[in-house]
């Protein structure tokens, strides 16, 4: 798996990553939503490096001048809820895009500690000979990503896969390089200590869904 960590370079980035950590703005949730959505932007940006491209003519005004429009087609998937505001990010950036929506979340089926991935509702574009962008904001034990990219592959197979994360523990990261292609890109925004008795991750921000979107049952 390649990975590109993006907060190795000072730049914006990191700007925003400390807003959306910081208890004390965290009760504004437009602002939460307006920085992950930005951050998104940042990564698309990035990840817009990496596509193929194709020549092209525009003709302006005064003549006409020779440039370039990317070739790839691209499905932008993101995991319900949290997944939303990263994906219009991506979305603002990628406006020709197709989409797909899938939700996951950890299940407790002895209301302890131990947990499965329950993966439901699916909204998925075709992802056939595509580039499929797969967002969800935290990387934490990596299996949710993980479910869900089994449950894509049953859709079709992909010309390439880009997962994007804003925040990672070194824990998911493994077990995605266990679990995924290696040919597979992985984006983080930025990468945390490790993942906490709960397996939640640590320094984190807390409950990426709960922020933008408020407390769930």
Known sequence: MQIHNLSENNSV?????GQIRNIDVHRDSMRFRRNIERIGEIMAYELSKELEYKNIEIETPLGIK???????????????????????????YFDDA?????????????????????????????????????LDPMLATGQSIVAVFNQLMERGSPKEIHIAVVIATPEG?????????????????????GLDAKN???????????LAYGIKL
């Not at 429009?69 to 990263?86: E, F, P, Q, W, Y």
């Not at 939640?200 to 709960?210: E, K, N, T």
């Open 173 to 193: 990261i493994a077990h995605l390089e266990e679990h995924l292609p290696e040919n597979c890109h992985l984006w983080i925004a930025s990468l945390d200590d």
């Open 66 to 92: 020779q440039t370039t429009a990317i070739n790839d087609k691209l499905v932008l998937c993101s995991i319900l809820r949290a997944g939303l505001t990263l994906h219009q990010g991506f979305l603002n």
């Open 98 to 134: 197709e989409n797909g929506f899938i939700s996951a979340y950890r299940h407790h089926p002895n209301n302890d500690d131990y947990f499965e991935i329950k993966v439901e509702y699916q909204a998925v574009a075709d992802i056939n000979n595509k580039n499929l962008l797969l």
């Open 13 to 17: 980035l990191n700007h925003f990553l």
């Open 200 to 210: 939640y991750i640590v320094p984190g921000l807390g409950d990426a869904g709960d």
